[in-house]
């Protein structure tokens, strides 16, 4: 069974431009979750979306970013336009569920340099 | 504000060795705590996770201590493997409010032979 992929794993822009991540799940999770790590902090939380619709963006950071999901299969984060404290790995994660048992199965990140 | 805090930044023990690292909480929502292992260019994965009602959890090298009154819970990785070096994530989740995983800063571990 393949895992939750992101593209692109690295992305370096200039400061005003846009970047979008996507993130493919895995198939059939309802669920899908977008993370942020900036340099040396702890992974901090986006956004959670079920299937097509946004269960929680509490943690997105301002107006700038912006989450799909179209369909509820793939998703997209959009920074437009992109700041340097932007910079950091995006991860992804997905799970089949909510509640006890829930495990979030996380891609291997898609690392954002902004200049 | 962090919620979950943890420590050391980095640890390196020989070959063999116990490996701790500690973790501690502010929210007493916090219902179900997880350690994630990363190896570079990957993401992060479940290694062993721990529920409040019990104080320890076993599996295999990993063992997991959950201290309920001091809001404090540690990994422990006995006989330390060269293939144990990583950086670990301990986190923190409330199961019956949002699904958030809220992370400590993360600590990388080296093991030397």
């Known amino acids: 069974e393949a895992g939750v992929t992101q593209f692109p794993s690295h992305s370096v822009i200039e400061k005003g431009q846009t970047v979008t991540l996507r993130c493919d799940p895995i198939s059939g999770h309802d669920n899908l979750y977008w993370y942020r790590r900036v340099m040396g902090k702890e992974i901090k939380f986006l956004l959670h979306f079920v299937k097509e619709s946004k269960q929680d963006e509490s943690g997105m950071p301002n107006n700038r970013f912006l989450a799909e999901r179209t369909g509820g299969t793939y998703s997209t984060l959009k920074v437009q336009p992109a700041e340097l404290e932007d910079s950091g790995v995006y991860f992804c994660a997905s799970s089949w569920r909510q509640g006890i048992g829930n495990e979030q199965f996380f891609g291997p990140g898609t690392r954002l340099t902004v200049l | 504000q962090q919620q979950v805090k943890q420590s050391p930044q980095s640890l390196i023990v020989q070959k063999g060795g116990i490996s701790i690292i500690n973790c501690a909480y502010e929210n007493t929502a916090f219902d179900y705590f997880p350690w994630y292992q990363q190896f570079p260019g990957k993401g992060p994965a479940l290694l062993i996770a721990?529920?409040?009602?019990?104080s320890e959890k076993k599996e295999g090298r990993f063992t997991i201590s959950f201290n309920k009154s001091a809001k404090q819970f540690s990994l422990h990785i006995m006989d330390s493997q060269p293939g144990d070096s990583a950086t670990y994530f301990c986190a923190a989740r409330n199961n019956f409010g949002n699904e958030k995983l809220t992370f400590g800063t993360g600590t990388r571990l080296t093991i030397i032979p």
């Open positions: 721990i529920r409040p009602d019990v």
